[in-house]
């Protein structure tokens, strides 16, 4: 039997399942004939089987290293109920316990053993592992051992030198829901994987309308409360920054959307007929239209909240991103985030909770320039970390600067966002269509939909090129550069403020104010010097560097600036929004 026969045996025999999903054989046939794998798969995609279908076909232990010991005994028990002799190891048990699995394990008579990385450490299991043949070692979570990843865990480090520990080298598989390429490429360095296959799959759900409005603070509820009331019969999770906004806009909604749905029912409705109105409702609710949901809320009334929610009862939960996690509602219709999260890591995992049921909904971000403003303050105030040296704060910050760029540009892209989105987890993408064309927007997204109003900013791109270049060196009366570069740069507010000429102290007090660049963009709003500042460095034009104080310097593309026919472009006038029940409808059906 070939092993693409057996393991599509095993898939039926113990799982029930007749075929596998995409990704998942090309991974599962690679590990038995031998090659390290590293699968990159959204949650849900079916990583698990990738290696446990192996883990029965080949002699030996399957040694699965997962950070989650909670989870354990229920993943156990699902295998034992599907006949897979699995058990797990961990500190829930006593050491006479964690003996006898072992033991077990040693006999053979366990194919999946899971732990926790810092079970590695500990002598029994060394011992354990040097006299037990060990088939393959499954990393799930593996971006966890990056320090460019969301979630580093230093206990991550010690699988790689495990690993090359055992007196025979395993078949290791990796997994995980994220990682961009960077964090692949340390996983790949960090568990020493052999030239191993790298499988990126299924990241774009293509039943999911993606939207970017860029809205002043003030007009976010309103916003908000006009979309839930257009949308009273459809479930949806609104994500906040903190608590209190949960609570003030859970509020707001339970207020002002009766009164929305009264008007648009019968045009001189009143909160009355909205009772009668919201009869549309799955369940049909007298009650709230909303509720909140965060970390500070006591056990029961989270429950409750949440219970509200999955059963219909309430048709749209508030929350911070305490909410999600093991939640299990497959009709939620629309996701709209009220702030900007730090990573498109954090928004694809949040705004992913939408349309599980592979029904037509929408994801809608709601962001502005004071959201980022916010997000790069906390990163700065953020990380008093005891347990961390100063270096590994820097570092840490550092990743988390960048994850927030990422995010950031898609906020500014105009590209497709489905395309951001798949581009930005490394998903392999066929260039265009077989005909010559670009692939279409699958599920649609604000920015294929619509046409933006652009402006040419090509000379306030090369003013700013320019000045990152002069504010390097320092100049004569006659503006002409006196050394060779003698300056470390400049932040970007300080390159703004050259550029709009401006007279504050510490711009006068160094100088700056002899720079050539000096008042060059005096007539341009400050804004916009700011926005092109920033969608140049989303473009790789501008390389803004780590550190307590980042310097702008110039980007791999920034020769480009220079040659003649260089033409840059902004988005200029936010555009105009659609109703939103005719984008929403007009998504559903396209
Ligand atoms: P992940 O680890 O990627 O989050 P899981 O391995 O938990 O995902 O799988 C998610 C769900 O998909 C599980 O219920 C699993 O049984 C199911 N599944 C996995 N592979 C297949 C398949 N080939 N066909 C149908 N269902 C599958």
New binding site residues.
């Given amino acids: 039997m070939t092993d693409n026969a057996a393991a599509l045996g095993a898939?039926k025999r113990y799982?029930g399942?007749?075929?596998?999903?995409p990704g998942?054989s090309g991974l599962v046939e690679a590990i038995l004939a031998g090659r390290d794998v590293l699968g990159v798969?959204?949650?849900?995609?079916?990583?698990?089987?990738?290696y446990?279908i192996p883990a029965m076909l080949l002699p030996g232990v399957t040694v699965v290293i997962s950070p989650l010991i909670s989870l354990m005994r229920d993943q156990v028990d699902g295998l034992n109920d599907a006949g897979i002799p699995a058990a797990f190891v961990n500190t829930t048990q006593s050491p006479d316990e964690q003996g006898m699995v072992l033991a077990q394990a040693a006999r053979g008579d366990v194919k999946l053993l899971y732990v926790a990385p810092e079970r590695l450490e500990t002598d029994r299991f060394r011992e354990f592992a040097a006299r037990t043949p060990i088939a393959l070692v499954a990393v799930?979570e593996a971006h966890c051992v990056s320090q460019w990843g969301q979630d580093f865990r230093s206990s991550y480090l010690g699988i790689g030198e495990f690993i090359a520990g055992l007196p025979s080298r395993p078949v290791v598989a990796a997994?995980t829901?994220t990682a961009t390429e960077r964090v692949r490429r340390d996983i790949v360095a960090m568990l020493g994987l052999n030239t191993p296959q790298v499988t990126v799959t299924g990241f774009d759900r293509d039943n999911l309308y993606f939207d970017v409005i860029k809205m002043e603070t003030k007009r976010k509820a309103a916003w908000v409360a006009a979309y839930v009331a257009e949308h009273a019969d459809e479930s949806g999770i609104v994500y906040c920054a903190t608590r209190k906004e949960t609570e003030a806009l859970a509020a707001a909604l339970n207020r002002t959307v009766p009164v929305l749905r009264g008007v648009s029912a019968g045009g001189n409705g009143t909160a009355g007929s909205v009772r009668t109105d919201s009869a549309q409702l799955e369940s049909p609710s007298l009650g709230p239209i909303a509720v909140a949901y965060h970390g500070g809320m006591a056990a029961d009334e989270r429950n409750r909240a949440q219970r509200d929610f999955v059963t219909d009862r309430i048709p749209v939960v508030v929350a911070t991103n305490a909410f999600g996690m093991g939640i299990d509602k497959s009709n939620v219709r629309y996701v709209i985030h009220h702030n900007m999260p730090g990573s498109i890591e954090d928004y694809y995992q949040e705004a992913g909770r939408a349309g599980r049921d592979g029904e037509p909904s929408r994801c809608t971000l709601l962001w502005n320039d004071g959201d980022i403003a916010t997000r790069r303050r906390l990163l700065d105030s953020d990380y008093e970390n005891d347990r961390m040296t100063p270096e590994e704060q820097e570092r840490n910050r550092a990743n988390k600067r960048r994850l927030l760029d990422g995010m950031v540009g898609y906020c500014r892209t105009t590209d497709c966002l489905h395309r951001y989105m798949t581009r930005y987890f490394g998903e392999t993408e066929p260039a265009d269509d077989g005909t010559g064309k670009a692939v279409k927007c699958k599920g649609g997204c604000t920015n294929c939909n619509s046409t933006f109003e652009t402006l040419d900013v090509t000379d306030v791109a090369r003013a700013i090129s320019r000045c990152v270049h002069d504010v390097m060196y320092d100049w004569d009366d006659q503006g002409r550069p006196t050394r060779a570069p003698m300056r470390q740069g400049l932040g970007s507010s300080k390159i703004v403020a050259v550029l709009r000429g401006s007279r504050a102290q510490d711009v006068t007090s160094r100088g700056l104010d002899r720079c050539p660049s000096y008042g060059r963009l005096r007539e341009t709003p400050e804004a916009r010097v700011r926005d092109v500042l920033s969608q140049m460095t989303t473009d790789g034009f501008l390389f803004v560097s780590d550190g307590r104080l980042p310097i702008v310097g110039f980007g791999a593309r920034a020769a480009e600036t220079v040659v003649d026919g260089f033409h840059y472009e902004i988005k200029r006038v936010e555009r105009a929004q659609p109703s939103c029940s005719v984008a929403s409808r007009a998504a559903a059906g396209g």
């Fill in positions: 898939l799982f399942y007749d075929s596998f999903r998942q798969m959204p949650t849900g995609a079916g990583k698990s089987v990738c446990q799930d997994f829901a």
